[in-house]
């Protein structure tokens, strides 16, 4: 078929053409005694060039084929694209290696350290009780579940690790991840799909970021822990978007932010979820076992009913000291991800062992509250330990269990932000035998706020311990910094 705009030029050239031959003395012929127009002629002539060009082959030039040394100097020049991109300074560093169990100290390259760079935070790794469910646990079950839940992968000891969890939180029914960081992304995207609407901190840490990816969701970003911030961004969402109202919406926080030490106002963040018509999905990794006085969290922390929250999931692998994650909830939350997300239905089970240890951490907590009292201690002494330290400020929570030193007077740079903060860390380890880490995140991680230097705290830990990493600090500070200028 001929394109449209071929046509119009061809029928503006034959009107050109007529127009051009009208009147001339060649304009008019007799044939066979009738006479014929000149334009007549010219249209004709016209038709006959277009059949021509429709019918006749396009020329291609004969294609030699190459020779087998032109293949080989083909071969011998291409450069095929890397798969990774190429590795920075900062890539290739080394990273302490643990030679013992990550409990309040540890060794680190033949050497006794205190630890302060694991989320131990009620000191249960190594406690008998997880042992003992853990060497009952393999004797019984074995190693592994070698399926996913929904074939032939469900243990009775899942089913027991689920009723725990949400009896001691007060829930209804809560549902096992096998990997504590693919709770939140899994989770997100099961809720959460395209065209929904998700409101979320900035200083969210990896796992949520990736969730958010996932769920292809319109992703709305307020600044961190900033409250005003967030009733501006749920208002004028709710007042500029008409299709707000028809659509999932929903805030994503966390309760203790693993990047900078905050807690979250939940009490405000209900009221404004209230206010505006929106769904609380909030992540609890850090602060159960931590916040409240009994450890069932933050909304034990702030005397706000727990039914408050739409969803709430949590890593085991901190304050309980075993591995996989949870989501708790309604029995119709917990049902659906059981259909739907992926962590779950395509993810082989979390073996049994651990399973088993997550319900004697549980009980070891229901049983001694004193464990969070002391934790609650060692974070108020560490504070006030760290209160003067040259060049660096505290800016995380009183009652959060990750304490977060940044640079009085940034570089200007992350980069040369972190560089510092790495070599005071390295100083602290290598001369002070104290284990503690800066903020370092990867290339996927898209969090803005600053870097820093987070020590973790335990309620294993003493006070001599906690006396030795301040002073470890205050002295490798003051040399690396004032040595900087």
């Not at 020049?77 to 990273?95: A, F, G, H, N, Y």
């Not at 009994?294 to 408050?308: L, N």
């Not at 969070?372 to 505290?394: F, M, P, R, W, Y």
């Not at 390295?426 to 870097?451: I, M, N, Y």
Request: some cysteine.
């Amino acid at each position: 078929m001929i394109p449209e705009a071929t046509v119009n030029v061809l029928q503006r050239a034959v009107g050109w053409a007529t127009s051009s031959f009208e009147g001339a003395p060649l304009s008019g012929a007799v044939v066979f005694g009738v006479p014929i127009g000149g334009h007549f002629f010219i249209e004709g002539f016209f038709v006959l060039v277009i059949v021509y060009l429709l019918l006749s082959k396009s020329y291609k030039p004969p294609r030699k084929p190459l020779t087998e040394e032109e293949i080989d100097q083909l071969c011998a020049e291409w450069t095929p694209e890397s798969l990774i991109p190429p590795l920075t300074e900062e890539m290739q560093q080394d990273v302490p290696v643990l030679e013992s169990a990550a409990g309040p100290h540890t060794t680190i390259n033949g050497k006794e350290v205190v630890n302060f760079a694991s989320a131990n935070y009620l000191g249960l790794i190594g406690h008998p009780k997880l042992i003992e469910s853990c060497t009952s646990a393999l004797e019984k079950y074995g190693v592994g579940s070698c399926g996913p839940r929904g074939f032939y992968g469900t243990i009775d000891v899942h089913l027991d690790c689920e009723a725990r969890i949400a009896k001691f939180l007060g829930t209804p029914d809560s549902i096992l991840y096998s990997y504590g960081l693919s709770t939140m992304f899994s989770a997100i995207p099961a809720f959460s799909k395209k065209g929904d609407i998700i409101v979320v901190d900035e200083g969210v840490h990896w796992g949520i970021q990736n969730g958010l990816y996932l769920s292809r969701s319109s992703i709305k970003y307020f600044k961190h822990n900033d409250m005003t911030s967030l009733e501006s961004t749920l208002d004028k969402i709710t007042c500029e978007n008409k299709r707000a109202k028809k659509v999932r919406r929903y805030i994503v926080i966390e309760a203790v932010y693993q990047n900078s030490g905050q807690i979250a106002p939940l009490d405000e963040i209900i009221r404004l979820k209230e206010k505006y018509h929106f769904r609380v999905l909030m992540d609890e990794s850090n602060s159960l076992g931590v916040l409240g006085s009994s450890g069932r969290g933050i909304s034990e922390y702030y005397k706000v009913p727990i039914d408050k929250i739409d969803i709430v999931t949590a890593a085991m692998g901190h304050a309980l000291a075993t591995e996989g994650g949870f989501c708790t909830g309604n029995a119709r939350t917990i049902d659906h991800q059981r259909l739907s997300s992926s962590g779950y239905v395509f993810s082989a089970s979390l073996p049994p062992y651990l399973a088993s240890a997550a319900i004697s951490a549980i009980d070891v907590l229901d049983e001694n509250p004193v464990l969070v009292t002391k934790l609650k201690e060692n974070i108020a002494l560490l504070l006030a330990g760290l209160s003067d330290v040259h060049g660096l400020e505290i800016t995380s929570n009183p009652h959060s269990p990750i304490v977060f030193l940044k640079l009085k007077n940034s570089t200007g740079f992350s980069k040369s932000d972190l560089q510092l903060l790495d070599a005071i860390a390295g100083q602290v380890l290598k001369e002070h035998d104290v284990f503690v880490v800066a903020s370092k995140r990867s290339t996927l991680d898209k969090c803005p706020l600053p870097v820093g230097i987070k020590l973790l705290v335990s309620a294993a830990h003493s006070e001599s311990d906690i006396h030795k990493a301040c002073q470890a600090i205050k002295s490798a500070a003051a040399s690396v910094l004032r040595s900087h200028g």
